[in-house]
C-alpha cells in the first residue's frame, strides 16, 4: 500500500495522487470532488465553466467568475483537495478564471498549455499578497522551461509550490512541437521517456531553487497507470503522480458513455499524436482515439472548435470573425476534445465528440467508480 502522503502549503493528502485537470468537461465537480473524498488531490478544468456549470446547478449562463468560484465552492464542501487547471492558452478567460477559484477557496492552481509566466502576480493582484494559502503549481515538460519560469517568478517573489513535469504519454496537449515531434520520429516516446530523461535535470532545477519547505515537489504525469508505477515514480524522487486517463475512464468523469465505451475499446495503434490539421488553440500536439465520431466522420463544418464555443457557441455563425483579433490564437480551422456533455450548453443538436487519452488508454478495459480506481491504485 501506498504509504506516502502530500504535502503543500496548508494541505495534506493521504495519497500522493492528483487527478489532472481535463478539458472540455472531462473533469468538472463530479468527478474532482469524488477523487476529492478518496484523499487525492481532485482537479476541475476551467474551460468553458460559465456554459457547464450552469447544465449542473440550473439557471442561465454564469459569468467566468461565477461559474468558476461555485464548481470549485461545491467541490470543497463535499470535504476534499479542490485545485483547478487553467490552461494558458485560455487566454480571454484566464484571469476570471483564477479570480472565481481563488474566491471558491480553490486549494491549487495548475496551469499548463503554455508556460504561465505571470501567474503569482495575477494572484497577488487578486488577494493582495503573496503570502496567501493557493497552491501554485506551473506544468512543464523539461528542465529548461522549469528554469524559466523560476527566474521569471523569482522577480514577482514567488516560488513554485510545486509542478507538474507532464511527459510525451500524456492525453490531452503534449508539450512539443509537431516539429519535435516528428524530428525524433519512432523515437519520440523514448528520447524524452519521463522517467529515463526527464526527471533527473528537472529535480536538479527544484533542488536548486527550493520553497519555504525544501525543494520544489515534483509531480510526475504521462503514462503512470499502475500501482506499481505511483511507487516507481516516488522511488525515483517524485512527490506526487498525476494521472488523466486512469480517471477519465471513471463513472464520473464527463465522458458520455459512448466515449467512455470508445476507450475502453481502443487498441493501442488507435491512439494517435495529431497533426496540425487535428490540433488546437494551444498551438501543441493533441494525443486521441483515431475512432472518435469527429474523426470518422472527418466534419469539416468547425462546429466543434473551441474558439466557436468561446465566441458563442456551437449554431452560431462566426464565419465574419475568422481572422479576426477575437480568435486570439487565430485556430478557426481547428479541433479541440468534447465530451459530448458541452454540446446541451451550446445549443448543438447532434454532437460528434473527440476523444482523448494518453499511450496508456488501450489498458483501460473497464470503466470503473473513482472508488475502485483509487483503492487499486494506492494497492488496497
Ligand atoms: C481527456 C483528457 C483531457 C485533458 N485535458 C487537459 C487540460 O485541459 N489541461 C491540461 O493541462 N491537461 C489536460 N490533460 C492532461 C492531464 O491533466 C494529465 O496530465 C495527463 O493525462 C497525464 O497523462 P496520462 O493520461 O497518461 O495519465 C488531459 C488529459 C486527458 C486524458
Known sequence: MLEKSFKLKNIENRYPIVQGGMGVGVSLFELASAVGKKDCVGTISSAILDQLVPLRVGGDRMSNIEAAEREVFDTKQVGGVAAINIMCALVSSYEDSLEGAIKGGVDMVVSGAGLPMNLPSQVKKIVGTNDHDVNLVPIVSSARALELICKKWERQGYRPDAIVLEGPKAGGHIGWSYKQVIEAGADFLKKYDLFDELLKPVLEVAGKYRNDSGAIPVIVAGGVYTYGDIRQALYLGASAVQMGTRFAATKESGFTDESKQLIVEAREEDIVLGDDYW??????????????????????????????????????????????????????????????????????????????????????????????????????
Open 279 to 380: 490540433g488546437s488553440p494551444c498551438k501543441l500536439p493533441f494525443r486521441y482515439l483515431k475512432k472518435s465520431p469527429l474523426v470518422d466522420e472527418d466534419r469539416k463544418g468547425n462546429d466543434f472548435c473551441i474558439c466557436t464555443t468561446l465566441l458563442g457557441g456551437v449554431g452560431v455563425d462566426n464565419s465574419e470573425k475568422l481572422g479576426t483579433k477575437e480568435f486570439q490564437r487565430g485556430c478557426p480551422e481547428k479541433y479541440v476534445l468534447l465530451p459530448g456533455k458541452i454540446c446541451p450548453a451550446t445549443g448543438a443538436t447532434n454532437y460528434t465528440p473527440m476523444v482523448s487519452t494518453g499511450t496508456e488508454g488501450y489498458r483501460v478495459d473497464k470503466i470503473l467508480s473513482v472508488d475502485e480506481l483509487v483503492d487499486e491504485l494506492v494497492g488496497l
